[in-house]
């Protein structure tokens, strides 16, 4: 009687044992869209980081340009002044 029962059990805990298995199948499954997922989302982040990198070297230039040109402005227009040769006659 005890040999019957202890088979009976084992199959029992076999069958749960592989019943759960399909769980865990889904669960991998569910981690492998989670992981393409982040991915994406790595791969748009990456892509708004370079586009803000554009932006910021644009930016620069652009100040860059501006500074250059207000200096030139406030800079003091030197007219050109033009010098006579010394007439020796007056010395």
Same mark, same amino acid.
């Given at each position: 009687m005890? =040999?019957?029962f202890a088979f009976a059990l084992m199959l029992a805990a076999? @069958? /749960?044992? $592989?019943?759960?298995?399909k769980a865990s199948e889904? %669960? $991998? +499954?569910? &981690?492998?869209?989670?992981?393409?997922?982040? +991915?994406? %989302? @790595? /791969?748009d982040a990456q892509d708004k980081m370079n586009? &803000? *990198? =554009?932006?910021? &070297?644009?930016?620069? +230039?652009?100040?860059?340009? $501006?500074?250059? %040109? *207000? &200096?030139?402005e406030a800079a003091p227009a030197t007219p050109a002044t033009t010098t006579t040769p010394a007439d020796p006659a007056k010395q």
């Open positions: 005890r =040999k019957p076999a @069958m /749960g044992l $592989a019943a759960c298995d889904d %669960k $991998a +499954q569910d &981690a492998q869209e989670h992981r393409e997922e982040a +991915q994406e %989302k @790595m /791969g586009e &803000a *990198a =554009k932006e910021n &070297a644009e930016a620069a +230039q652009d100040q860059a340009e $501006a500074n250059r %040109k *207000a &200096a030139e």
